[in-house]
């Protein structure tokens, strides 16, 4: 107790010899390790400000307690600290600190650096003197502006080393592309660097939104071309700035007259902020980007837009002098002006970038719950491969039931859930064909063996779980189906009973009773109820067609389809036999219904003459 009474001490005469400037202060652990790193516009006041008051934070008193040596680097203005503190952050991301979530899987299109530059769209930002510009967080988007600068200007897309001395030397031939039109042949000096480098000149504007200069350009040699009476060029050349104009109309989200502002908007909860960024050229947007921030220390939404804001002019080099936020931020920029809009276009702007983060926060979220439901689907499965005592996780399970009334129509049916959920589409339903009667042991063998020998002949994926709906006896017949193939890796399989739910193993004679609350018994349950569900309906599909074929399609000159519309219509015989002629001819037409009406008119009469379909 009073070692660390002492070493508060210390640290609070540290903090008296404090400057009363601006600058960053770091907090280190007894180990030497960076755990925080904040700003300040008085570091004297905000390093006490730690040590002199009861803080409500319970990760902030924890911090108190680890810090065990403070320094400090004094800066010029308070902007200059919260550019050190954002670099000191992402070069120590110290265990404290508001973490910024990378962004390297996002797109890019790089001008390479080297000699004929190339343009393509990269994930690797790779610091070799290339121009990056995004990222970008559409793929649509990448792929539309590559698609115009395509269609503008011809670059080479071959990997060669073009230096002025292999195409001296003429190491190389022209490729299929140049045959094509895409290249002009710079690797046989069909075209010279200067025009070339003129065009990534464009290109750059282009990426940077400045339309309008690429475009006044394109009109200036437009017109020369044509003076010079180049047609052919002059209208070529119409036909980029066509081109340039028909991307802008689609690209414009406001007033043209808006021409070099940033947008930044942030929505948090307990524990994460979201902040997007929209960049604004000619009233288009030409990059968008939401940054998730993880927060450490119950930061308020303030001093995240200020670490955001220094973010991504950084992430995104912008260099605008007026930024269109929701509030003010904590810390001003030189020579920047913070807007907090109250109508017209610039509010249209901030709803957007509001929308924005708003779904992407959304998106985050049900991925997070589509996260923890497969993570509890994969423990479920686990506590019953620990329950059951199988060799492999249960990912693939498949249960049977047998369907029969009153001994017709017998059925099977086979439920599929894989990852611990239905996969419905490898649902399958059996009729039985070689069991006479009621025989629900020998229709278990008949489906088992069907279903298995299938999946085996056709090289498809065996179960690791076979759940039978029944006892001892169904289990026996299911194990009798797959005594007589062969498995590389042979299933476990159940029965479930009933009566108590007990679960039975084939050569254990005692029963297995799983806790009636347990995960285990109910995802068993669940596949047993599926499966007669799924079974009961073939079965009752089976015997309405049935019904159809036993009745109305005997009649003679009345089809399958007839008797489905008329039992469509009347859902039973009994219904349709009380129809009049003209009733029956709204429903089938007039021959068919004469047909029809007379058939049960003699039959009513007892005339055993009805006209019935012979065989």
Same mark, same amino acid.
């Given at each position: ?100 979530? *990378? ?93 070339? *480098? ?81 960049? %604004? ?18 930061? *308020? ?160 994926? %065996? ?59 109910? %995802? %068993? ?30 009649? *003679? ?59």
């Amino acid at each position: 107790m009073a070692s660390k009474s002492n070493h508060i001490e210390r640290l609070k005469e540290q903090v008296k010899r404090l400057p009363g400037k601006p600058g960053v202060y770091q907090y280190f652990d007894e180990n030497g390790v960076i755990i925080y790193v904040g700003k300040a516009k008085n570091l004297k006041k905000r390093v006490a400000s730690y040590f002199s008051k009861k803080h409500d934070s319970t990760k902030t008193k924890i911090l108190v307690r680890k810090i065990r040596e403070i320094k400090h680097i004094v800066v010029e203005t308070e902007q200059d600290a919260l550019l050190l503190e954002n670099n000191l952050i992402k070069k120590y991301m110290p265990r404290y600190n508001v973490m910024l979530k *990378d962004d390297k899987t996002y797109p890019w299109i790089c001008i390479k650096k080297e000699p004929f530059p190339r343009v393509f769209k990269t994930r690797n930002f790779v610091r070799d003197g290339s121009q990056y510009f995004g990222p970008y967080a559409s793929v649509y988007m990448i792929n539309t502006i590559l698609e115009l600068v395509k269609h503008l200007y011809k670059l080479r897309s071959c990997k060669l080393n073009l230096s002025a001395s292999n195409v001296a030397e003429n190491k190389y031939k022209v490729c299929l592309e140049y045959h094509l039109g895409n290249c002009l042949g710079p690797c046989l000096g069909l075209q010279s660097m200067n025009d070339y *480098d003129a065009n990534i000149t464009h290109i750059k504007s282009i990426l940077k939104g400045h339309l309008n200069g690429v475009k006044s350009y394109l009109k200036e040699m437009m017109m020369q071309m044509a003076a010079e009476l180049n047609f052919e060029g002059a209208e070529e050349t119409k036909q980029k700035i066509e081109l340039i104009e028909k991307y802008q109309s689609k690209s414009t989200v406001v007033s043209a007259s808006i021409t070099n502002i940033d947008v930044v908007s942030i929505r948090d909860d307990e524990k994460l902020a979201f902040v997007n960024f929209l960049k %604004i050229i000619d009233g288009q947007v030409i990059q968008a980007h939401t940054m998730e921030m993880t927060k450490r220390l119950d930061e *308020d939404k303030t001093e995240l837009l200020s670490l955001a804001i220094v973010e991504m002019r950084e992430r995104f080099s912008s260099d605008v002098k007026e930024i269109i936020v929701p509030f003010e931020p904590d810390v001003k920029l030189n020579g920047v002006t913070y807007t907090v809009p109250q109508r017209g276009d610039k509010v249209k702007l901030l709803e957007l970038s509001e929308r924005n983060v708003k779904y992407y926060r959304l998106e985050k979220m049900k991925q997070a719950q589509q996260l923890d439901k497969g993570q509890q689907n994969t423990r479920v499965l686990q506590t019953l491969k620990d329950d059951l005592k199988l060799d492999y996780l249960p990912v693939h399970i498949e249960c049977f039931d047998n369907s029969n009334l009153q001994g017709t129509n017998a059925v099977a049916a086979c439920v599929v859930f894989k990852g611990g959920k239905p996969a419905k589409r490898d649902y399958r339903h059996f009729n039985i064909k070689t069991v006479e009667g009621p025989d629900d042991f020998a229709s278990m063998t008949e489906v088992v063996h069907r279903r298995y020998k299938r999946l085996l002949d056709e090289g498809e994926s %065996i179960p690791q779980l076979i759940v039978i709906d029944g006892g001892k006896g169904q289990l026996g017949a299911a194990m009798e189906a797959l005594s007589s193939l062969k498995f590389e890796k042979e299933p476990k399989v159940i029965g479930i009973a009933k009566r108590l739910e007990e679960i039975y193993r084939p050569g254990d004679p005692v029963p297995l009773y799983l806790d009636k609350n347990s995960e285990s018994l109910k %995802i %068993i349950q669940r596949l047993r109820d599926e499966a007669h569900r799924f079974g009961i309906t073939h079965h009752r599909n089976k015997r309405s067609k049935e019904l159809i074929n036993n009745e109305l399609s005997q009649i *003679d000159g009345i089809g399958e389809k007839t008797a489905e519309i008329l039992l469509k219509s009347q859902k039973s015989v009994k219904q349709i036999k009380t129809l009049t002629l003209s009733e029956l001819e709204g429903v089938v037409g007039k021959h068919k219904a004469k047909i029809v009406f007379d058939y049960f008119k003699k039959d009513k009469n007892g005339n055993s003459g009805a006209a019935k379909k012979s065989g």
